[in-house]
C-alpha cells in the first residue's frame, strides 16, 4: 500500500471517530438540555444522528474497501453547562467536520477516486445543513450573534 492511500485511510478513521463522537454527542445533549427551549432543541439533536451514523457506516465501509481497518476510537465529546454552550459545540463541531471533508475531498482527488469525491461532497452538504440549522437557533438565542 502506498503512502499516500496509507494516510488518507488514518485521515478517514480521524473522521470516523468524529462521526461516533457527533453520535454521541447529540444524543447526550438531547437528553441533558434543559430550560425554555429544551422540546425545540431536543428534536434540533435527535435529528441529527440518523444522518451521523450514515456517515460513520460510510466511513467504515470505505475504510475497508480501501483494505484499511475502521477505527474503534470515539472523539472526546466536550460538557456543556447549558443550552447555549451545546449550540456552540455542535456549531463548532460542524465547521470543524465540514473543514475536514473538504480537505478529505482534495486528498480523494489526488488519488483518483472520484466516488470517494462525490460522497464526501453530500457529507459535506449534510453537515452543512446542521450547522445552518444551528445557527439559525443561535441567532435567535443571543442577539449578539
Ligand atoms: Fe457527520
Ligand atoms: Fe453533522
Redesign the pocket.
Known sequence: MNTQLKDLIEKLNQDLAAEYQ?VIMYNTYAAGVLGEHRQQLRELFLQ?IP??ME?AKYLADKIVALEGNPTLSIGKVPKAENDCEMLENVLK??AE?IQRYGQRRLEAEEIGDLALMNDLEEMIS??TR??EECEKILRGFIPKI
Open positions: 457527533a441529527e444522518d451521523e456517515h463541531a460542524e467536520t449534510d453537515e446542521h450547522k
